[in-house]
């Protein structure tokens, strides 16, 4: 019963998406978590993308969709991490910041400017983006209070390097990660000197995707 009743509900994916896109070809990619992902929510997520981070844009067409669909799953898999745990929400304000935030670093005059772009050349709705800024926000949120405590901060050198470039201060950081995998008879300092050759020439974000 349960069966018939998932594939009753692709069913009714699919019959939806067939009616959004009558023009385009559409085919599921992939199937994470009762959510499937189409070859349009990749190149949507891939406009997106290119839009948040410039480099991005560099890369060769393989690589975007390959890191767009990565993107996607990541997404997916956050956000049902995240409703596990209580206590970690986003109010709009922290949205509305973070979206200040980015139209700066990306030289837009104004979040708003920001948004239209995001709308017009990524196809996803405004209620869409804002739901992606927080999951990333939330799941940001929750690595940092599961993993704060093992984190070791040589305060006097922290201290000395801030005196150092008071000038020149940034106020506000993005918390982001990179997961590696060693093969058993790889170099782990090979592996390390490959992921920041890669983030010097693509960028951390892409270079955490791939």
Do not use: C
Request: hydrophobic share 40%; no cysteine.
């Amino acid at each position: 019963m349960i069966k018939n009743f998932k594939i009753f509900i692709l069913f009714l994916l699919i019959l939806k998406l067939q009616t959004f896109y009558v023009k385009a070809d559409v085919s599921i990619i992939v199937y994470v978590n009762n959510q499937i992902i189409t070859n349009i929510d990749i190149e949507k997520e891939a406009n997106y993308l290119g839009i948040l981070n410039p480099k991005f844009n560099s890369l060769n067409h393989l690589d975007k969709i390959k890191i767009a669909k990565s993107s996607l799953i990541n997404e997916i898999i956050k956000d049902n991490e995240i409703k596990k745990f209580s206590g970690i929400d986003v109010s709009n304000l922290i949205i509305d910041n973070q979206f200040e935030y980015l139209s700066n670093i990306l030289g837009f005059k104004k979040p708003n400017d920001l948004k239209q772009k995001l709308t017009q050349e990524s196809k996803y709705t405004l209620e869409e983006i804002e739901k992606k800024i927080k999951i990333e926000i939330s799941w940001n949120n929750l690595i940092y209070s599961r993993y704060k405590d093992q984190v070791k901060i040589n305060k006097e050198r922290l201290m000395n390097q801030i005196q150092m470039n008071k000038d020149n201060m940034i106020k506000k950081i993005l918390l982001s990660e990179i997961l590696i995998k060693k093969k058993a008879d790889e170099s782990l300092d090979k592996l390390i000197d490959e992921i920041i050759t890669s983030i010097n020439k693509i960028g951390f974000e892409n270079t955490a995707n791939l």
